[in-house]
Every structure is written in structure tokens, then in C-alpha cells.
């Protein structure tokens, strides 16, 4: 059986504990564990963010006001991304001529992604992301760098949806449609 003390130790153990993990739940961003969707950004303009494409030029996210664009963040050695390349490729192709634009923001270094891309050839806009902090993708919303990770925009530049994790089709479609555009 419990003294007196020992119970007081463990009231401050289960207290300390309880304090802790309401900490942690907010600090967390609102998270969806069943869709990977992060809410805190919705309805929110899209920052100012200029990136190079592989020869250096650059692209302002300004630049495709008017349509709706899914911006894909990536790496050479992330496996869900490279997973999900193919279908990004034919919402692209499926999607493109209807408004809606898939622009792939590669998390790597410019050799890497050159090297991939000509083995991996994609039809959608690939630009190499800042990967000093704060990061591209951090500046989106992707403050622990999970990828792959997706930013929908609508033509307004106002972050409609994003998501962690690999991209199905039905999202996609659902994402990209002309008549909804939405989750």
C-alpha cells in the first residue's frame, strides 16, 4: 500500500504528464489524422515565393494567378513521392488544359532532380526549392517537412487544401475538377 507521500509523487507524475501532453497537442498544427489535411492555412493568401526552374530561371507563384494550381513538394530520395510522380503526371495531363496546373517543387539538390527527371520525365513545371530555413515547403504550412506535401491554390492565390503524404487519384481529381476545385 501507498504512504502519503507516494501518492503525492504520483499526483505530480499524472498532473506533470497530463500539463505535457496539452502542451504537445497544441503545439501540434490541426492535423487530420484520417486524410493528412492541414487546416490551419485554408482560406489564407498563398506567401510571396520566387524559386528557380533546373536552368535557373525564375518563377513567382504571382505568375499563375487565374488558375488553380497544386503545388507538389518533392525529393529524389523520398519513395512516396517518386510513388506518387506518376499520378501527379496525368492529373497534369488529365487536368492541364482545363486551368488547373501542377507545378512540382523538388526538395533536393538541382543535379539530383536533373539526374531523376531525365530517367522520370514529367509534363508539369518543376521548380528546386529553397532548403535553408525556413524552407519552400515550411513557408507553407509544412513546418515538419514531411513530404511528399501538397498545397492547392486557388486562382485568387488563397490556399484552398493541403495535404501530407502521397496523393490518390480521387483526391486529385476531386482536387483539380473544374466544377469543384475543392477538397
Known amino acids: 500500500m501507498l504512504g502519503r507521500g507516494n501518492w503525492l509523487i504520483l499526483g505530480l507524475a499524472v498532473l506533470a504528464a497530463g500539463i505535457g501532453g496539452i502542451a504537445e497537442h497544441r503545439r501540434q498544427p490541426a492535423l487530420s489524422m484520417e486524410d493528412g489535411t492541414d487546416s490551419a492555412l485554408i482560406g489564407h493568401a498563398v506567401p510571396a515565393l520566387t524559386l528557380p526552374d533546373l536552368d535557373g530561371k525564375l518563377h513567382s507563384l504571382s505568375d499563375y494567378r487565374g488558375q488553380r494550381l497544386l503545388l507538389n513538394f518533392w ?51 518543376m521548380l528546386v526549392g529553397q532548403l535553408a530555413s525556413p524552407s519552400s515547403s515550411e513557408k507553407l504550412g509544412d513546418e515538419d517537412q514531411i513530404l ?36
Open 75 to 125: 525529393a529524389s530520395w523520398c519513395g512516396p513521392c517518386l510513388d506518387e510522380m506518376p499520378t501527379l503526371n496525368q492529373a497534369q495531363k488529365k487536368f492541364g488544359e482545363k486551368g488547373a496546373i501542377v507545378v512540382g517543387i523538388a526538395m533536393d539538390e538541382p543535379d539530383r532532380v536533373r539526374a531523376f527527371l531525365a530517367a522520370h520525365p514529367v509534363s508539369y513545371p
Open 148 to 183: 511528399p506535401y501538397s498545397v492547392l491554390i486557388d486562382g485568387d492565390g488563397r490556399i484552398l487544401a493541403t495535404h501530407r503524404g502521397s496523393l490518390s487519384t480521387s483526391r486529385l481529381d476531386r482536387w483539380l475538377a473544374p466544377a469543384t476545385g475543392q477538397r
